[in-house]
């Protein structure tokens, strides 16, 4: 028996404008979305009258591996004949297990895990180890990035989250993405770190410099500052290699994962740091609690979506068809230049730059009609996210392709 589908959809829509957010179901209603999220599986989301989407918005990342991953559930029911949440405060096998398998794949000698549930009390942790670490309070972020909605995280990211909630922490600045002249000239001996995505993805996939984090790096080293990397949604394979920072061959001070670590399965994150930033965390163990951090049960759905990435072919598969999507965005970008000025793209980490910002909302609106779901970025609305699950194959990410020419051919019509 299913748990889903006990109520007329209509009946959900309207308790949810009562009890949830009335706000949400305006938005949806006035954008023509009607959709309420049923039965998924693979790269394919249903409503719950059955309208089917491919999913190349996959929640940044938390659908990396398709929806309801068999292995990853497979894991988690394994785990939980014989665990549960478990006690944070206890020494226990799974977070053992699970830390060492991220620090086995994290580059250089970060070998050192705090667990969280989400992604910005993940980002929390970082700031706060770095602050601690370097006594110092200045933390440097980009204009119009995003490190999630928790104190700390939402300090540093886009002034339009934070504006209404009155004063936050002190101590940050914010400068232009990718520039690094702009970061030397904010840094000084009052910085305790630099924290960046490795590619915003709310402010429209944009792509650093090739060599901007080898300056950011050495900044870092020169100014004594801690070095973060909100890998929250490039990493675990999403660039075509394990951290998107690998690619640009850079080791942070500290990296930030969550999102995909959880297999969409069930919630985790975690904040990977390089010895020299222990000894804070060592005299202080108990300085930063979180109750559901690392779950127990989690830790297993986690070591089995660590197993599925460190599987011969799978980082593979995420190359192959990047190399589709390239070969197809230059096409696109041939066939409907009115509409389509760039095709921004590091492995499966892509977002298509349209004419103007009212194009993202537009395409996001002729996506869902079509069959996809794609979402613009809410810092540049000109910009659409489309991160597909990593295990799409060659024949789906064709299909996509086709979507996306199809909906440029739609928006060209609307905005002529
Ligand atoms: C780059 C990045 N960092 C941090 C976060 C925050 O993660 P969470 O929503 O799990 O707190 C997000 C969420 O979208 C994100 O995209």
């Known amino acids: 028996m299913s748990v889903i589908a006990k109520q007329p959809k209509a009946s959900i829509i309207e308790k949810y404008a009562q009890h949830v957010s009335s706000g949400k179901v305006e938005f949806f209603t006035q954008a023509g979305i009607d959709f309420v999220t049923g039965k998924r599986a693979g790269i394919y989301i249903r409503d719950l009258e059955g309208k089917q989407l491919i999913n190349c918005h996959c929640n940044g990342g938390v ?36 830390a060492e398998r991220l620090v086995n794949i994290s580059p250089g000698d970060i070998n050192r895990v705090i667990f969280g549930v989400s992604g910005g009390e993940a980002i929390d942790m970082a700031i706060k180890l770095a602050r601690a670490h370097t006594g110092r309070v200045n933390v440097i972020s980009a204009l119009g990035g995003y490190h ?48 960046f995505e490795t590619i915003p993805a709310t402010l429209g996939i944009t792509i650093p410099p090739d060599d901007f984090f080898a300056g950011v790096r ?66 202080n163990p108990f300085i930063h609690i979180s109750t559901f951090g690392g779950a127990e049960v989690g830790c297993y759905a986690a070591l089995e979506v660590l197993d599925i990435l460190d599987e011969p072919g799978f980082l593979e598969n995420v190359i192959e068809v990047a190399a589709i999507f390239e070969q197809g965005f230059t096409e696109l970008c041939k066939k409907h230049p ?47 996210q489309i991160l597909p699950p990593l295990i799409i194959e060659e024949a789906e990410a064709r299909q996509v392709l086709s979507f996306l020419d199809g909906m440029l051919s739609t928006l060209e019509i609307m905005i002529s």
């Open 218 to 283: 050495e900044l870092c080293n020169r100014f004594d500052a801690v070095m973060i990397q909100d890998e929250v949604q490039t990493g675990l394979g999403r660039c075509g290699a394990i951290w998107g920072i690998d690619t640009y061959g850079v080791v942070p001070d500290i990296i930030v994962t969550g999102k995909g670590l959880s297999g969409g399965i069930y919630p985790i994150s975690a904040t990977l740091y390089r010895e020299h930033l222990n000894p804070f965390m060592h005299a």
């Open 63 to 98: 659908f990396n591996l398709g929806h309801r991953n068999p292995r990853v559930i497979k894991a988690l029911m394994l785990a939980l004949e014989d665990l549960d949440i478990g006690n944070h405060h206890l020494i226990s096998e799974g977070r053992t297990l699970l």
């Open 338 to 384: 009115v509409v389509m000025v760039e095709a921004r793209q590091r492995g499966l980490m892509m977002g298509p730059k349209l004419i103007s910002p009212q194009c993202g909302p537009l395409i996001t609106r002729i996506g869902f009609d079509a069959g996809l779901l794609v979402i613009y970025g809410n810092n540049d609305p000109s910009a659409v």
């Open 148 to 195: 999630g909605h928790t104190g700390l995280a939402l300090a540093a990211g886009d002034e339009q989250y934070r504006k209404p909630f009155g004063p936050l922490s002190p101590g940050f600045i914010q400068v232009p993405f990718g520039d690094l002249e702009a970061l030397e000239a904010a840094m000084d001996e009052n910085t305790a770190a630099v924290i």
